[in-house]
């Protein structure tokens, strides 16, 4: 069964700290895995994707993603942080179905706070 | 350009009451979903359709009626609505035909609050 665990509830960090925000998945075929970014009050927004090919993923305002498959983990990291990252920040899997759609599961989410 | 847009912004009613949000984008996607977000921030898919049909349904009450009027149009209608059904609900689209992956694309979120 396709299952997204994000490790962590809540981040907190000092601003220029780098952060990490941990995600481990589970699937039994291959999967497409997505970080997306949530400001207070506001949809979601993609920060990046793994498709294939290179395991290190960049995606906008300095984020970055590391696919391991071995340790179904995907991993997000940014080297220093400011005010602005502090959001809701969730992981995404999807796989395709039988019928020619994609299921997309979401974490839980993982709270950022940036502090001065 | 809103990509995808929710109306209304804000819901507050009865319990009791019938009530409808509404969802278009412009994107020209074929594959359109409803999101429920509580107040632990935990996102659950409730439906998804694409070109008109439906594809997902998740375990929602049968309170929760979708409907496509055409493919850039998603609307959830809700009717009894519960004290349980105070959420925010996200609509999204993405174009599954001739897609390799899936990126979804958010609304701005409905804030429903039943009193």
């Known amino acids: 069964a396709q299952s997204v665990t994000q490790l962590d509830s809540q981040v907190p960090v000092f601003e220029e700290a780098p952060v990490e925000l941990r995600c481990n998945y589970s699937s039994s075929v291959s999967v497409y895995l997505f970080w997306y970014v949530q400001y207070p009050n506001q949809g979601l927004q993609l920060l990046l994707k793994?498709?294939?090919?290179?395991?290190l993923v960049k995606g906008i305002n300095g984020f970055e993603a590391e696919f391991n498959k071995s340790q179904t983990s995907f991993h997000l990291r940014k080297p220093s942080v400011h005010i602005s990252d502090t959001a809701e920040y969730f992981c995404?899997?999807?796989?395709?179905?039988?019928?020619?759609?994609?299921?997309?599961?979401f974490g839980a989410g993982t709270r950022l706070f940036v502090k001065a | 350009d809103t990509a995808v847009s929710q109306t209304p912004k804000y819901l507050v009613t009865q319990m009791g009451n019938d009530k409808s949000i509404k969802c278009e984008q412009n994107l020209g996607h074929d594959t359109m979903y409803w999101y429920k977000q509580d107040s632990k921030k935990f996102l659950k898919i409730m439906f998804s359709y694409n070109n008109k049909e439906l594809i997902i349904n998740e375990t929602v009450p049968n309170r929760f009626s979708p409907k496509s009027p055409d493919k850039a149009h998603l609307n959830l209608h809700i009717n009894s609505l519960e004290l349980g059904d105070s959420a925010v609900y996200f609509c999204?689209?993405?174009?599954?035909?001739?897609?390799?992956?899936?990126?979804?694309?958010f609304g701005p979120g409905t804030r429903l609050t039943v009193l």
């Open positions: 793994y498709l294939s090919g290179s395991t």
């Open positions: 995404a899997v999807s796989e395709p179905t039988v019928t020619g759609g994609f299921k997309t599961i």
């Open positions: 999204a689209s993405s174009q599954t035909s001739g897609s390799s992956y899936n990126e979804q694309f």
